[in-house]
């Protein structure tokens, strides 16, 4: 078994799956037993300021084994996993040389994992594959991110030969819940830039997001028997039915790919005198992100001046930025990441991320940090799995973007 599959294994076994609405930090304390057994690993391998701190982090040093100044680099992983789907008693299961037809994962279920409704899975003929049992979601996101980390550190130490500067480690909680970087010590870590290693199909390089914001709507109806309604009753159910439809169909997350953002309804619930709502709302382009939240406020305004004044409350939150304003000022960081991608035969794609990571909030944090490919696929379900090849891949980027640093 090779040292990175070892790893893997090893650390999907732990349930660190994250919670919302947690008043922790971090929000589920399970996810220590992890950070826990990282900060020994580390210690064994020899790295140096090796530390946990109070709210979960797990950050180490492995110095320099060349005199020359280089940049400092770091390479970031989290270790929760989705609350989507259940991390507990996870059984990994290893399908080698995949022959590119269903795969049976639960016998007992009859659950399998089928091309037909994941046609990824045909890219994958010949390779070893890591899939669940059908009943938890496997982990690699972001494990598998984890053990490319800790391997790469191992080869590392293991081939004193191949040159490399200073290299932070550092692994974070709470990612899934949108907590991930919440009190991070960036100067405290001390990296020039980072990587975080979370991503999925192989050749993935993705230093853009989303611009992020999420929308809280109260509604305040008046409740009348439907008896006596006429010209009395204001259903908040109906007022929020009417809100949702004044926004744009075509702006909806189901109509939209790519680079297209969209508004998104996520919770409606109430009655007739108060409802509530929540949206999130999603957009790569800065310009068109605040024209979105701007069309909110013009229904809101909308449905005031229907309803009466004070009917319907909107709040809008910004979440993250989109880090391609951060990443662009410093084009070696993707061109070293570029360079390593080729170097171990990979050829770099860059992919706009529909969503956020912790890079993005580390980037507004003044730590520039893109995101790198770890070969996992249908994160946040029971369908997840890994390809072992392409790990394998992502833990010899990170080894290559070391060494090719000192070269610069």
């Known amino acids: 078994m090779t040292d990175v599959l070892e790893r893997f294994l090893r650390y999907v076994k732990i349930d660190t799956q994250s919670a919302y609405n947690s008043e922790t930090y971090p929000s589920t304390l399970k996810q220590l037993d992890l950070a826990r057994l990282l900060e020994q690993e580390l210690r064994e391998l020899g790295l140096e300021e090796v530390k946990l701190d109070q709210y979960g982090y797990v950050t180490a040093i492995l110095p320099a084994n060349i005199d020359k100044p280089v940049a400092t680099i770091g390479f970031i992983a989290h270790m929760d996993t989705s609350p989507a789907a259940s991390g507990k008693d996870v059984k990994p299961c290893l399908v080698e040389n995949y022959d590119g037809e269903d795969i049976l994962l639960n016998e007992e279920k009859g659950i399998h994992l089928s091309p037909s409704e994941f046609p990824d899975l045909k890219n994958h003929i010949g390779q070893t594959l890591v899939v669940t049992d059908g009943t938890t979601l496997l982990g690699a996101d972001d494990k598998a991110g984890i053990a490319a980390i800790m391997s790469a550190v191992a080869t590392l130490l293991a081939n004193p030969d191949i040159p490399h500067g200073k290299i ?40 853009e997001n989303f611009n992020a914001a999420g929308a809280k709507i109260k509604i305040q109806g008046k409740s009348v028997h439907p008896g006596a309604a006429k010209n009395k009753l204001i259903n908040a159910l109906q007022v929020g039915i009417d809100f949702h439809n004044l926004l744009p169909t075509f702006d909806r997350p189901e109509h939209t790919e790519k680079r297209e953002g969209f508004i998104h309804l996520t919770q409606m619930a109430g ?61 070696e960081i993707v061109e070293l990441a570029h360079a390593a991608y080729r170097a171990v035969g990979v050829e770099p794609v860059d992919v706009p991320v529909r969503g956020g990571t912790d890079g993005s909030r580390l980037s507004f944090m003044g730590l520039p940090t893109p995101n790198l490919f770890t070969g996992g696929y249908n994160y946040h379900g029971r369908f997840e799995y890994l390809s072992l090849d392409e790990l394998k891949l992502a833990t010899k980027v990170v080894v290559e973007i070391c060494r090719l640093n000192t070269e610069k």
Do not use: C, W
Request: aromatic letters at 12%; zero cysteines; hydrophobic letters at 35%.
């Open 168 to 207: 932070r480690v550092g692994f974070t909680p709470d990612e899934e819940v949108g907590a991930g970087v919440d009190h991070f010590d960036v100067a405290g870590f001390g990296a020039d830039f980072a990587y975080t290693v979370d991503g999925g199909d192989v050749g993935e390089f993705s230093y």
């Open 271 to 331: 009655e007739a005198d108060e409802a509530h709502m929540e949206y999130i709302i999603r957009d790569h382009d800065r310009e068109q992100f605040e024209k979105k939240k701007e069309q909110m406020r013009l229904a809101a305004d909308f449905i005031n001046h229907r309803y009466g004044a004070q009917t319907l409350a909107l709040e809008i939150r910004d979440q993250y930025f989109n880090m391609l304003e951060k990443i662009q000022p410093h084009p």
